[in-house]
Each structure stands twice: as C-alpha cells, then as structure tokens.
C-alpha cells in the first residue's frame, strides 16, 4: 500500500471526526479514544518496519511529482517521533479517564487531543516546509484550546500570553518560508536542501537561518525565548501539561533538528556556535528555575527547558555521534517527560496542592507511586542502565571530541541538578513527614497509575534495550549526517 | 430594547435567499472561477447572522435547528472522505478524480471529486463562523 | 513597486508592535491581525510584483504570475482567520471571568485557584 506513511496521521483525523459526533456520550468518547490512538500505535508500527526494512517511504500527496507537490517522508527519525508521540497520546488518553473530569470531557477535550495528535504526527512527516507550518498551526490551534478547556482563571489568563507569543512567532515563521522561498524558489525541503547546497554560504542562508532558529525556538523553548514556557504550562491539568511537556516542545526541537541538518549546514561556525551557545545559556536557565521552586509542576517544567538544553546542544556539536546522541536522548525524554508529568499528577491530586512545603510523606500509603517515581527520576537524571544514559552519554563524548569541553562540563553538570531537583522533589513529597498528618482513606489511583507506570516502565525498556533500538536510531542519523540519503528518497532520483 | 424594524425583517427574508444563491453559485463557480467552499461558505453564514440581526437567536434557530458543531464534523467527515478515497484506489493520498458528464439540463459538465472536498469546506466553514458568533452572541 | 509594498509591510509591523505592547486586550488582537495582514503582503512580494498575467500557466507561458506564493496566503489567511476568532473568544471569555481586559492586571505565574 503506497499510502501507508499517512496512516498515522489520517487515523487521529477520522477517530476526531467521529468524536465530534459523539460529543453527547462520554463514554462511547472514551471507547473511540482508545480504539483510535491504539490503531495509530499500530500503524506507526507498521510504517516503522516498513521503513526498516525498504528505507525511506514517501507519499506524493493528490500525485503531484516531488518538488511541485506537497510530499510526506517517513523517515526513521519521523516515524520513530510519529510512534513515541503515538503511545504517550495513548497513555494521557487511558489516564484522562480518571483526571480531566466531565466538564471537560463534554467539551471536546478528547477530540482535541486527536488533532493535537494529527498535528504532532504531521509535523514529524512532513517533508514541505509550508506544509510543516500548517501542521504546526492544527497542532497549536488545539493547543490553544486544551490549555483553556475547562476556564479556570489562571488558565484564561495564561492562555492568553500562550496564544499571543504563538502567533507572534507563526508570522515569523510565515515570513522566514517567504524569504526561503524567495531565495531557493521551492518549498519542498530536499529540494530547498539542494538549492541551498548550490548557493553554498551566502550571508542571506545565515539570515535565514537564524530567522528559523527564533521561530522554532519560540516553540521549543530555547534561552532567551522560553519565557512564556513555565507560566502557560503550570496552568492546565496534568494530562494536557503531560502532553504539551512532551510534545509540543519536541516539535520545535525536531524542526531545529531537521533544518539545522538539511539546510544550514553550510555556515557551521557561525550557526552552530550561536546554538551550542544558546544552549549552554538554556540550560544554565533551566537549572536555575528546576532548583529554585518550589512546586511538583515548576521543578519539571523546569526540567523541560534543561532538556531542550541538552538536546540543542547535541544538534550544535553536529557529529554522527553526537546526532545519535540527541536522537536517543529526544525520544528519551519525550516517554519520560509524560511519564514524570503524569505521576506528578497524580501526586498534586493525592495530596491537594502542587506546593512542596505543604506535601510529605506519602510514601506510607502510596509506595508503589514514590518508587516508580524515583525509578523515573534516576532516569531523567540519566543513571546508567536507565534510558537517558545512552544519549547524555553519546552528546557529552563527541562533546569532548570536537573540545568543546565547557559545554560538555555544564551537560555533565547539569545531569546533577537535574537529580539533585527531582530526588529534592521526591525527599519532599514522599519521605518529608507532612506538617499536617494524612488523612487514613487513601485514594484510589490505580487508574491512574498504571498509564503512567506503563511509560515509567516504556522507558526502562528502552534503556536496557539500548542494542536493539540502536540500528533503528543509526538509521535515523545516517539519513540526517547525509542529506543525500533524504534527497535521493524524495526526488527520486 | 425592542425596537419596531419591520422594515428591516421583511427585507431580511428576501435578501436572506438572494445571498444564499449567489453563495451557491459563488460555490459552484469555484473550480475555474474566482470563488469556492471558503467564500461560499462565509457568503451563507453572512446569510444566517442577517436573520440573527433581524429577528433573535431563538426564532432562527426554530427556523434552522442546525447544530453548527456537527455540521464543523460533517464538513470535515467530507473533506477527510474525499481525500481517502484514494486509499480504496492506491493511488497517492488526495488524488485527485475528473471526467466530464453530458448531463440534462447543465449540457456538458465537469464534475471533480474536489468539488466534494470543497462541499467539505464550505460545511465547516459555515459551521465555524456560526459556532463563534453565536458563542459571543449567546452571553449576551 | 516591491520597494513600496516592502514599506506597507514594514508600516502594517510597527502598527502591530504598537497596538501588541499597548495594555488593552482588544489592541493586542486588532495587533495581531495587523501583524498578519503585513506577514501576507510581504509573502505576496516575495513571489514578485506584475510578472504580467494571472497565475495560470496558459497558451503563452512567458506571461504567468507565481501561484504559490497567493497559495501560500490563501492557507495562512484561513489560518489567521481561525486562530484571530480563537483569540477573540477566548478574550472575551477572560474579560467575562476576570473582570478586566487590562494586561497589567492579568501579570503574574501565581496560582489562584
């Protein structure tokens, strides 16, 4: 079947169609829900062997031939995102049950997650960088809904600033395709990354460059434009900030990622330096808020903007390894990401207040939920065997080989704020004796639980799996290290 | 405030209809004219809040118990249909079909399945519009 | 004629950067759709100003204007459009629970409820 890479994304699209017919029963919502996310896993799936095992797979969308139309590649590094960002909509989707509550469930939160699912999946396989924009929008436009679904004050007030900086940076980036356009004459991305390659480094490609470094910094949060990040993002529930810590910032890291590999390779001293700089002041940023709040949702929202950091700087280093690194690390901390927001969820919930001077000594009652946390704090911190290891490990080594040993000294660093936050997290939350006792009922959180477990547990496997994802990510790198591999595959030539 | 506008509701009901006809014509002209599903479908939802302005949200919708989301869903339903027809045919996604069609009464047409797509257009966007403006316009 | 629409654009930005620092929620909005009528004039410059006839390739193919870049602006317009309606909702749900539309009230990370 030659449309296979679009089963990811077709899928959420029709499972939201048929959900806004079903906005009057919550329950059939919920049925559907799962159904669907579960077929999007398994389609992911199948387009990953697919890609395994025939190399890159393109869909020339309405038969227009490559460079006119718009064309979608799955390559490993996509459908690997494409699967990750699958089974963590799956997980905050079966944790919602219990969570988000009617109001909210009546008011299309669930078809709204598919689109921001249709829209993430979109982003990572499209290979037109208009079209990249138009995925961005659906995925924003959901965004903007779920952070004020459900109309608390600290949610209307936050969505604003949130929508605001959104748009600002949408026209950026509408202005930043102008000018690619205006410059290369074509919008589909290998062809862009051809164009490019004959110009060679004209400063108007640095411009450009950097114009899309603030574009998508301003969805990924990176040093001096993640400002709006931790405001917006305490604001909503736990699943939805689940879903955006894992996401939506990722997105903007893919699209670094892949420009930063495709087309502006050329000026590498001058636009990798900004962004290995920008990314050591990341973060430094990061850092300083994780450990200077006090609050379950600040210290990992914090957490994001380290990771962002960290991520950055393996696309600065730009070598084989160091791209390994990130792309390791990327999908790490995406399943981690979730899986740390969906206990700290449950944690808020349990104990009534995401102040940490106000929670302690849950450990009592909820064992289960403080080791998995811990389990899951040692691998953010990356604890070998635990999964963020490989990949700090590999970004810091080619760190080191290209000497740029400041920066590997602050990732290393960093690694130990980022321990030292989270196990201060859990001292505080589960071993701390609260000030005021525990009530004796304990509340039920199995269903909760075991969403969040399940990605707990998704990314211990994929740690000490290390050697069997390892071909599919060398995969993923081989087509970002040689942009001829994605050229070829797209132009079919 | 109830103010005597009959003038304004007797001409509402006639021009209602005479926006709604050259929305489906704009509609219509869509494919090798200036025109298509979006205008079309903002043309008819213009339509819709004339009668809002003339009489009240009540009386319109006794008159057009249309639930607007569902017909954002349909619209989409159609759209996202189209489009993966071509999933039966394998061929890419979003193909696009055409022949002409000798029909009574239209002689020589051409008939387009992006013509269902933009049907798909039009019911969202006719949905969309009227969902805001009656969001606004209900608190009220 | 490109330097002309270059200016518009550049005027229609400041207009926006004017209205989007101002105080007012409204202001901010009417902002941002400024802010995206001078992105869409600028992406229509892109593509070059009076390359001679409508953007189909016809009989005589030396004479055709860009269509992408008026494809481009079609799709951005639509998009401009629902998220300006999007903000303009959720404005007026915000001015309804939180009782101002003044932004210096609206400052703050703070949790209230």
Not at chain 1, 68 to 87: H, K, N
Not at chain 1, 457 to 477: D, F, H, I, K, R
Not at chain 2, 46 to 60: E, H, R, Y
Request: aromatic fraction near 12%; proline fraction near 4%.
């Amino acid at each position: 079947m030659i449309n296979l890479p679009i089963l990811p994304i077709l899928i959420p699209l029709a499972a939201a169609i048929v959900l806004i017919f079903l906005s009057k029963s919550v329950s059939a919502q919920r049925i559907v829900s799962v159904i669907a996310s579960t077929a999007t896993v398994i389609s992911a799936i199948i387009v990953m062997a697919k890609v395994k095992s025939d190399g890159i797979q393109t869909v020339d969308m309405g038969s227009w031939p490559a460079p006119f139309g718009i064309t979608l590649v799955s390559d490993m590094l996509s459908i690997l995102l494409v699967l990750t960002a699958s089974v963590i909509t799956l997980c905050v989707v079966l944790y919602s049950f219990r969570s988000i509550g009617s109001g909210r469930e009546n008011f299309y939160y669930y078809p709204i997650v598919q689109f921001l699912l249709l829209g993430v999946n979109g982003s990572f396989t499209t290979g037109d960088i208009f079209n990249l924009f138009v995925f961005f929008e659906i995925m924003l436009m959901s965004s903007y809904v779920l952070i004020v679904i459900g109309g608390t004050k600290i949610q209307l007030r936050e969505s604003i600033k949130y929508i605001l900086v959104n748009v600002i940076s949408s026209a950026i980036f509408v202005i930043a395709v102008g000018f690619l356009y205006s410059v290369t004459g074509s919008l589909n991305m290998a062809h862009i990354s051809v164009r490019i390659s004959e110009i060679g480094s004209e400063p108007i490609i640095t411009v450009l460059a950097v114009l899309f470094l603030i574009v998508f910094g301003l969805k990924g949060a990176i040093f001096p434009l993640y400002f709006w990040l931790p405001g917006s993002y305490a604001a909503p529930p736990a699943p939805i900030l689940a879903l955006f810590g894992s996401l939506l910032t990722k997105v903007g890291i893919y699209a670094i990622l892949r420009t930063y590999t495709l087309f502006f390779y050329h000026d590498q001293p001058f636009t990798h330096d900004i962004l290995s700089m920008l990314a050591l002041l990341t973060i430094v940023a990061g850092v300083i808020g994780a450990l200077a709040y006090r609050d379950v949702k600040q210290i990992l929202i914090y957490n994001i903007i380290i990771a962002v950091g960290i991520l950055l700087f393996g696309i600065a280093t730009m070598t084989e390894e160091s791209i390994a690194g990130t792309v390791f690390y990327l999908i790490h901390d995406m399943i981690i990401k979730a899986g740390l927001f969906l206990l700290g969820g449950i944690m808020i919930y349990i104990a009534g207040t995401s102040n940490l001077n106000k929670m302690g000594g849950l450990i009592r009652q909820y064992p289960s939920l403080g080791w998995t946390f811990l389990l899951a704090s040692f691998a953010l911190a990356g604890i070998p065997p635990l999964s963020g290891f490989t990949g700090k490990l590999l970004i810091v080594r080619s760190g080191f080989a290209e000497s740029e040993y400041v920066g590997s000294i602050i990732v290393l660093l960093s690694s130990l704020a980022v321990l030292y936050s989270v196990i201060n997290l859990f001292m505080a939350v589960f071993w701390k004796t609260p000030e005021t006792p525990l009530p004796d009922v304990k509340k039920r959180t199995g269903l909760l639980f075991v969403p969040a477990a399940a990605l707990v547990v998704l990314s211990v496997l994929y740690g000490v799996g290390t050697e069997a994802v390892y071909p599919y990510v060398m995969q993923a790198v081989d087509a970002l290290i040689q942009p001829e591999i994605y050229i070829d595959a797209v132009l079919k030539e | 405030m109830k103010t005597n506008d009959v003038i304004f509701q007797t001409v509402a009901k006639v021009v209602f209809f005479m926006i709604i006809f050259f929305a489906v014509r704009i509609f219509f002209a869509g494919h090798y004219y200036p025109g298509g599903g979006f205008v079309g479908g903002l043309l008819t939802s213009g339509a819709i809040v004339l009668l809002l302005l003339a009489f009240d949200m009540k009386t319109v919708k006794k008159g057009l118990p249309i639930d607007f989301k569902c017909l954002i869903g349909l619209g989409l339903l159609f759209g996202a249909g189209t489009a993966a027809g071509s999933l039966l045919f394998n061929v890419p996604f979003f193909t696009h079909a055409y022949d002409y069609f000798q029909l009574p009464l239209f002689g020589k047409t051409s008939l387009h399945t992006a013509m269902l797509f933009d049907l798909g257009v039009y019911f969202v966007v006719i949905g969309v519009t009227m969902t805001i403006i009656q969001t606004i316009g209900e608190s009220e | 004629m490109e330097i002309l629409m270059c200016m518009i654009a550049g005027l229609l930005f400041a207009a926006a950067v004017y209205l989007m620092l101002s105080k007012s929620l409204l202001r901010i909005i009417i902002g941002t759709g400024l802010l995206s009528h001078g992105t869409h004039l600028m992406l229509l410059t892109m593509g070059g100003l009076k390359t001679g006839t409508v953007p189909v390739l016809g009989e005589n193919a030396a004479a055709y204007t860009d269509p992408i870049p008026q494809a481009l602006i079609l799709t951005a317009i639509v998009i401009s459009f629902g998220v300006t309606a999007v903000f303009l909702v959720i404005a007026y749900r915000a001015y309804q629970e939180l009782g101002t539309d003044n932004m210096d009230q609206l400052r703050g990370t703070e949790s209230d409820d």
